[in-house]
């Protein structure tokens, strides 16, 4: 019988010391009211975030990771535990515009152009508009789109789209970057160098990332943290503090470190009993 590996806290889930918590998540349980029966999402999940870390949630369908996602972003109510993000409730920090939300498919209004797609939650914050032109061109240099700021979402890749989606959600400068398998709809040519950008921008911004993801590779090439979590109920097997460099090309999947902590997340999914490697 395979025995499920415990949280491994002195591993991945202390802050170390002199680092700031961006999310702090404790005994945290979530449970779904049905008309079958109560569907628990998440159980007992412990995490710490700290400031300018990139961290990954890997599982299966269904294991709970939007549902964690949702709840640090106050999409979503927890039933039980506590959670802080930036030192304040979910609640306080959306407010006070402290994360960016990227969704799986880019959700861009097709009838206006990408810097206005953009500059929409600077409009709706009444920002003047040189401000927002200002922010707009700044972060559209940051995802390399600098020169597509009047075409529209459609005349654009899905890769591009996706970009701009990661623009508009650092448009308002959040210190943390949600974002729900971005890349996920997306062929894998296209779906590395995407990876191999993001990283890029996390680095020259500092921000704090929390990424959504199904594949095994791209959990280990982004992430300094890894989260790997199972289904019924939803909790965190194993968390796993990466090793690699911060200053990472796509190279290092040819090492033995990067084979190394992919054997890991492997092992955290198959004694879940919830293995899926694609
Ligand atoms: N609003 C809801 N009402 C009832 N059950 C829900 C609701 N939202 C999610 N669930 C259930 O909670 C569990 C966790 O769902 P969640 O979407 O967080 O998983 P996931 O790991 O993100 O899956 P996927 O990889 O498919 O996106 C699933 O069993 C799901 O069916």
């Known amino acids: 019988m395979t025995t499920v590996p415990q949280p491994r806290p002195e591993d991945g889930n202390s802050l170390k010391p002199g680092c700031i918590p961006a999310v702090e998540v404790k005994d945290l349980s979530l449970v779904f009211q049905t008309a079958d029966a109560p569907v628990h999402a998440l159980s007992h999940v412990d995490l710490t975030i700290e400031k300018g870390e990139f961290v990954s949630f890997i599982g299966p369908s ?31 920090a959306r407010l006070d515009r402290a994360y960016g939300y990227v969704f799986q498919s880019p959700a861009l209004f097709p009838w206006r152009t990408v810097e206005r797609n953009i500059t929409l939650p600077l409009e ?10 200002a922010r707009a061109k700044r972060v559209l ?12 979402p459609w005349q654009l890749s ?25 890349f996920g709809a997306l062929d894998e040519i296209i779906r ?14 500092e921000k704090t990332l929390v990424f959504v993801t199904h594949s095994i590779p791209e959990a280990v090439f982004l992430s300094t943290k890894i989260v790997v979590m199972s289904p019924r109920p939803g909790r965190i097997i194993d968390i796993i503090e990466s090793s690699l460099p911060r200053d990472r090309t796509l190279d290092i999947r040819e090492t033995p470190e990067f084979a190394e902590i992919a054997h890991r997340v492997r092992e955290g999914l198959k004694a879940g009993h919830s293995y899926d490697d694609h």
Not at 158 to 165: A, P
């Open 62 to 92: 269904g294991c709970g990771k939007t549902t964690l996602l949702r709840v640090i972003a106050d999409l979503q109510q927890a039933t039980g535990g506590t959670i802080e993000v930036n030192g304040t409730s979910p609640q306080a």
């Open 124 to 133: 709706i914050m009444g920002l003047t508009k040189t401000e927002q032109k």
């Open 192 to 205: 590395d160098h995407l990876n191999e950008q993001l990283l890029d921008l996390w680095r020259r911004t």
């Open 141 to 152: 240099e940051l995802v390399n789109l600098s020169g597509f700021a009047r075409k529209f």
């Open 158 to 182: 899905g890769g591009m789209q996706q970009r701009v989606s990661i623009a508009r959600a650092l448009s308002f400068d959040p210190n943390l970057l949600l974002m729900d398998e971005p």
